[in-house]
């Protein structure tokens, strides 16, 4: 398959409705399986016979930093004996952390509910949080199973990219799957990703001016009237930034 400057979300979709295998994996660059993980990811499904399967991810060559698949407060209590767990709660799935890497889904699964990559920036938020969502069962491995380079934090975008990303995710689930989510998801979310983006810039001048472009355009779309639960690692101040017509 050849395709020229379509990028990430498009070019997976197409690889997806090439495909003709049962189950898929998408593995981001740099990204590689450790030892069997993949054997135990399908073994997993094919005995389950679960929509898609979730795994630790470790960062770095030395066991720098095993990322739990999970944003805290982590996976959910008591999930790795959950045989296998009877699909997420909405919170639970807002919880799931959007990489396709450390994911094994089955291809009928994605057919059958429309589940494709958004086609701006975070793709991969779209698919996985619809996946989480529409899945009646779901497999977790606590043990890593793919290995990322230590500092691979993606690609740096802006505020505005980021908003109509999350606008396309909203539409894609519908009123229907969208109105069973929390209160706020999107302004968290939004914040989320945020989040990210500061964490990738270096110096305070740079972060400064990022943060006040993110601040009007969450005021402009509405999202700082609110004020609704944000990601426990979210940080004082950017949660009184989200929050400046609310407060």
């Not at 509910?113 to 779209?126: E, M, V, Y």
Request: charged content about 20%.
């Amino acid at each position: 398959i050849v395709q020229s400057k379509t990028g990430t979300g498009p070019a997976r979709n197409s690889e997806l409705d090439a495909t003709r295998a049962r189950y898929v994996c998408f593995l981001d660059a740099g990204h590689r399986p450790l030892g069997t993980a993949l054997l135990n990811w399908v073994d997993g499904l094919i005995r389950s016979e679960a929509d898609f399967s979730i795994s630790a991810l470790q960062k770095g060559e030395d066991n720098e930093k095993t990322a739990p698949g999970f944003l805290p407060p982590g996976p959910p209590p008591g999930i790795e004996f959950r045989a296998p767990t009877t699909g997420f709660t909405p919170e639970e799935a807002l919880l799931i952390e959007p990489t396709p890497s450390s994911m094994l889904f089955d291809r009928a699964f994605l057919e059958t509910h429309n589940i494709r990559f958004g086609s701006g920036a975070l793709p991969a938020w779209q698919m996985v949080l619809k996946a989480a969502l529409c899945a009646q069962k779901a497999i977790y491995h606590p043990r890593p199973g793919v290995l990322a380079p230590a500092g691979d934090e993606g690609k740096s975008t802006h505020t505005g990219k980021i908003a109509r990303a999350l606008e396309a995710l909203a539409a894609s689930l519908g009123h229907k799957q969208a109105g069973t989510l929390p209160q706020g998801w999107l302004r968290r979310l939004f914040t989320r990703a945020v989040r990210l983006e500061l964490n990738r810039r270096n110096g305070k001048p740079g972060k400064a001016v990022f943060a006040l472009a993110a601040t009007l355009t969450a005021t402009s779309r509405g999202l700082t009237k609110e004020y609704s639960a944000l990601d426990l690692n979210t940080g004082t101040r950017l949660e009184t930034l989200m929050s400046l017509e609310a407060l």
